[in-house]
């Protein structure tokens, strides 16, 4: 069974930083993908990131591209999310989710469609 926890959100300033972090009990770090998404009120969930597991591979949606970085450190069982120059936009819940299905599964760049999601962790960032 794979858990997500997610922690890090909080309330910060315009050009300020966070680093959201998720620890994933029963999750296969040599297999499938995980990512981060968010959703903000009124607006639809977003994938944010994405990291293939067994090749290391990123990818990010345009709108955090160069300013976002998502990482692995397999002996913590924790995915980061390190977020820069943050913008009032980037406001929202961000969740952290696993997709254990298969290489398929991660081809889909829709990180809320995964199989595994946590309870989410608010970001708000104020002008």
């Known amino acids: 069974q794979v858990q997500l926890v997610e922690s890090g959100g909080g309330s910060v300033q315009s050009g300020e930083s966070l680093r959201l972090l998720c620890v994933a009990s029963g999750y296969n770090w040599r297999r499938g993908c995980m990512g981060w998404f968010r959703q903000a009120p009124g607006k639809e969930r977003e994938g944010v990131a994405i990291?293939?597991?067994?090749?290391?591979?990123?990818e990010y949606a345009d709108s955090v591209k160069g300013r976002f970085t998502i990482s692995q450190d397999h002996a913590k069982n924790a995915l980061y999310l390190q977020m820069n120059s943050l913008k009032p936009e980037d406001t929202g819940m961000y969740y952290c989710?696993?997709?254990?299905?298969?290489?398929?599964?991660?081809?889909?760049?829709?990180?809320?469609?995964?199989?595994?999601r946590g309870q989410g962790t608010q970001v708000t960032v104020s002008s």
């Open positions: 990291f293939h597991s067994g090749t290391g591979i990123t």
């Open positions: 989710a696993a997709e254990t299905r298969g290489r398929t599964y991660c081809s889909d760049p829709n990180v809320y469609h995964y199989n595994h």
